[in-house]
């Protein structure tokens, strides 16, 4: 069964730094790796997919790297805002052809970004 | 068109009233999810609508039951839930289901108080 960590569970880290986040999976039998921005209460926010056969992907201040065969991903946000604060989530979906195998979620490491 | 809508946005009901929570997305997407999110946890996905066939996570309780009118409707009846069913539940879309390229576009949620 595929197991997604992410950690830090939390961070918090003054304006401009950069913002690392970690996600690993057990099984690298997997189709893509989705990045998602969740605020309090509300819902996800697609950031970035990566397919299998990728290595990275980028968008605006957003870099996602894959490391399939070590079951890694890292969220790179370049000069944090206060407006980056949120739960981030990383979520995996599986080659399975069942579809409980689809999309497997981390439990997400809330940022706090300080003025 | 890029937007996943849910309706209500807040629902409280007691043990045995019956309501239904009602998802819409006309991005001509042919999978449909429901998703469970308790506090501070991950999303659990409860069902699967993919071409209207359903799939459904064994675990979820027969007081939940999904229905797929057509392809851009999606609701959730409930009915006779207990307190712990209280929770954020999320609605999601994805255009084709089964492509490594697959991203799932979220709703922003109902959030429902069981008393």
């Known amino acids: 069964k595929q197991e997604v960590t992410q950690i830090p569970a939390a961070l918090s880290v003054p304006e401009g730094e950069n913002l690392v986040l970690n996600c690993s999976f057990t099984d690298s039998a997997i189709y893509n790796l989705q990045w998602f921005r969740q605020d309090p209460g509300k819902g996800l926010t697609s950031l970035l997919l990566?397919?299998?056969?990728?290595r990275e992907q980028t968008s605006g201040r957003l870099n996602a790297s894959l490391d399939k065969s070590s079951g890694r991903s890292t969220l790179y946000i370049a000069a944090s805002q206060p407006g980056d604060s949120a739960t981030y989530l990383c979520?995996?979906?599986?080659?399975?052809?069942?579809?409980?195998?689809?999309?497997?979620f981390g439990a997400g490491t809330q940022v706090v970004v300080t003025p | 068109d890029t937007e996943v809508t849910q309706t209500p946005k807040h629902l409280v009901m007691g043990m045995t009233n019956k309501k239904s929570l009602k998802c819409e997305q006309h991005?001509?997407?042919?999978?449909m999810y429901w998703y469970k999110q308790k506090a501070k946890k991950p999303p659990e996905l409860m069902f699967v609508?993919?071409?209207?066939?359903?799939?459904i996570n064994e675990s979820v309780p027969s007081r939940f039951s999904p229905e797929c009118p057509n392809s851009s409707l999606l609701n959730l009846h409930l009915h006779a839930l207990q307190p712990e069913d209280s929770a954020l539940y999320l609605c999601?879309?994805?255009?084709?289901?089964?492509?490594?390229?697959?991203?799932?576009?979220f709703g922003p949620g109902t959030r429902l108080l069981v008393l």
């Open positions: 999601a879309s994805s255009r084709t289901p089964g492509l490594a390229e697959e991203t799932q576009y």
């Open positions: 991005m001509g997407h042919r999978a």
């Open positions: 990566i397919q299998s056969s990728q």
């Open positions: 979520a995996v979906k599986g080659e399975l052809t069942d579809s409980w195998g689809k999309f497997q």
């Open positions: 609508y993919s071409y209207e066939k359903l799939s």
